[in-house]
């Protein structure tokens, strides 16, 4: 069956939520680019070489300059802990892919394994669900790869996301 599925909340089904103790959100920027590498490369279980860190160096460059959809000033969102990136959420508008509703769309939620279950995740997702209805949004997308992050389908469906069909199951992806 299909491992990637897209998922769609409204956003005033993404409540409030109590904020993690320790935990600074801030919008990230350029200067961000290597704690976020660093970040990315951790959150995904890959070695930290040089040569990992700089392909993700690379990777979240492209995120900043619009390579998977145009982000705003304040669409990526980081949460600090003691002066580390902890977390990062990175949500674009009209992201590239044909078949995914238009609007904020999430292209990527990470958070550092040694800091997973304490709230992190959720609390980015309220903060930019609290600046897209800020930019007059309605709701909140983002795919889903099962293969990746099985248990993740039980958080999103804590949140209230649910699947959306694609408009066209017959295009080649």
Same mark, same amino acid.
């Given at each position: 069956?299909?491992?990637?599925?897209?998922?769609?909340?409204?956003?005033?089904?993404?409540?409030?939520?109590?904020?993690?103790?320790?935990?600074?959100?801030?919008?990230?920027?350029?200067?961000?680019?290597?704690?976020?590498?660093?970040?990315?490369?951790?959150?995904?279980?890959?070695?930290?070489?040089?040569?990992?860190?700089? *392909?993700?160096? +690379?990777?979240?460059?492209?995120?900043?300059? &619009?390579?998977?959809?145009?982000?705003?000033?304040?669409?990526? /969102?980081?949460?600090?802990? +003691? &002066?580390?990136?902890?977390?990062? /959420?990175?949500?674009?508008?009209?992201?590239?892919?044909?078949?995914?509703?238009?609007?904020?769309?999430? /292209?990527?939620?990470?958070?550092?394994?040694?800091?997973?279950?304490?709230?992190?995740?959720?609390?980015? /997702?309220? *903060?930019?669900?609290?600046?897209?209805?800020?930019?007059?949004?309605?709701?909140?997308?983002?795919?889903?790869?099962?293969?990746?992050?099985?248990?993740?389908?039980?958080?999103? +469906?804590?949140?209230?996301?649910? *699947?959306?069909?694609? *408009?066209?199951? +017959?295009?080649?992806?």
């Amino acid at each position: 069956g299909m491992t990637k599925r897209t998922l769609q909340a409204s956003l005033n089904t993404l409540a409030d939520v109590d904020q993690p103790k320790g935990v600074q959100l801030a919008t990230l920027t350029r200067y961000d680019i290597p704690a976020l590498a660093s970040l990315h490369v951790i959150a995904y279980g890959a070695p930290s070489t040089a040569e990992n860190l700089w *392909e993700s160096t +690379d990777e979240m460059r492209l995120y900043f300059e &619009g390579a998977f959809g145009q982000p705003r000033d304040d669409s990526f /969102i980081g949460a600090w802990r +003691d &002066g580390s990136l902890v977390g990062a /959420i990175l949500c674009v508008t009209d992201v590239v892919w044909d078949d995914a509703p238009r609007g904020p769309f999430v /292209i990527d939620l990470i958070v550092d394994p040694e800091c997973r279950r304490e709230g992190i995740a959720t609390v980015l /997702i309220a *903060e930019l669900a609290r600046r897209c209805a800020s930019w007059g949004e309605n709701d909140l997308s983002l795919r889903l790869d099962l293969k990746s992050a099985p248990d993740a389908q039980k958080f999103y +469906d804590a949140l209230g996301f649910v *699947e959306v069909n694609a *408009e066209s199951d +017959d295009s080649a992806s």
